[in-house]
């Protein structure tokens, strides 16, 4: 079984910056993807970001392009979702979420395993 832990989330002004990570424990994949999705209250969840597992390819949603980023340490084996110039809709409930392979996906579906989620606010 795998496990992921989430940090990071909080309280913070529109155009403020947060920055959350998730870091895989357990059986752990000797290759794995990372996504990031989020879920506000009365909508679906939806995607955000993705990387695979070389870090040499991402995608992110409209909304978030040119403000968030993708970084990671793999001393510590953890992935960062980086966030700025926040703004009151990116509130939600930020989850990652990993599946074993070399490549890159979007879909929820298509991920294995979650993480427990971490509550970003972003106030006016």
């Known amino acids: 079984q795998v496990q992921l832990v989430e940090s990071g989330g909080g309280l913070v002004q529109a155009g403020g910056s947060l920055t959350l990570s998730c870091a895989p424990s357990?059986?752990?994949?000797?290759?794995?993807?990372m996504g990031w999705f989020r879920q506000a209250p009365g909508k679906e969840r939806e995607f955000v970001a993705a990387v695979n597992w070389s870090g040499g390819s991402t995608a992110y949603s409209d909304s978030v392009k040119d403000r968030f980023t993708i970084s990671r340490d793999n001393a510590k084996n953890t992935r960062y979702l980086h966030m700025n110039s926040l703004k009151p809709e990116d509130t939600a409930v930020y989850y990652c979420?990993?599946?074993?392979?070399?490549?890159?996906?979007?879909?929820?579906?298509?991920?294995?395993?979650w993480g427990q989620g971490t509550q970003v606010t972003v106030s006016s």
């Open positions: 357990g059986r752990t994949f000797s290759t794995y993807a």
């Open positions: 979420a990993v599946r074993s392979g070399l490549g890159l996906w979007k879909d929820p579906a298509g991920y294995e395993y």
